[in-house]
């Protein structure tokens, strides 16, 4: 039987930020780039799972940094946060068309703070062949924990074992495989569609 795919989106149809992204970042924060990374990380997974805004998020890494950003530079790096992420990978957006043009179930779970979310809604249309986008700031729950997970099998009402878990991370991969799920660890577009060949042809999953 024909599993169902759940896709991260960084990294594997996404980009991860840019260079240039990085450094309009750290330009429009105003403040070292070292110090300013080391705030932006360890302040993103509440921001992630959506339990502050991006304003709220961005006050946090100013009282962090001990310094302060007015609503004008707050706005300026909500938007130069989502430039940052916003490239695709145009290979991974055929293959995910080719899967949806097949008949192909397939599902989304990401890292994603709200205002990134809204813009993928926004410019990405090949989003509307994922029935279910589980967008950790509108579930509430982020990967690798394994609520994140089990949010997904619910969500598909699908037994792990039937679920191929396709992330760019693997100690995202270990984490799904710890709830049941099968994963691939992604690294190019040629060995995901090997690996679904070879998940299609395997023995029927009970």
């Not at 990978?89 to 709200?114: F, Q």
């Not at 495989?177 to 009970?206: I, K």
Request: with cysteine.
């Amino acid at each position: 039987m024909t599993g169902t795919v759940l896709f991260d989106l960084f990294g594997v149809i996404a980009r991860h930020q840019s260079m240039a992204g990085k450094d309009r970042l750290a330009r429009t924060a105003g403040v070292p780039a070292p110090a300013f990374w080391d705030a932006y990380w360890a302040l993103r997974p509440p921001y992630d799972r959506g339990d502050v805004t991006g304003p709220g998020y961005w006050q946090q890494v100013a009282d962090s940094l001990s310094t302060r950003f007015d609503d004008q530079r707050i706005a300026e790096l909500v938007d130069a946060d989502i430039a940052s992420w916003s490239a695709v990978d145009e290979t991974m957006v055929a293959l995910v068309e080719d899967l949806a043009a097949a008949g192909r179930r397939i599902a989304l779970l990401s890292n994603i703070p709200e205002e990134l979310a809204a813009h993928y809604e926004e410019h990405h249309p090949w989003l509307r062949h994922f029935p279910i986008r589980a967008f950790s700031c509108r579930i509430g729950h982020a990967k690798p924990g394994s609520d994140a997970y089990r949010w997904c099998q619910n969500a598909l009402h699908t037994e792990p074992d039937r679920i191929l878990f396709v992330d760019d991370r693997q100690d995202n991969i270990r984490a799904a495989e710890a709830t049941g799920m099968h994963g691939h660890l992604f690294t190019t577009p040629a060995r995901l569609r090997e690996a679904l060949v070879q998940w299609d042809s395997a023995p029927t999953r009970s």
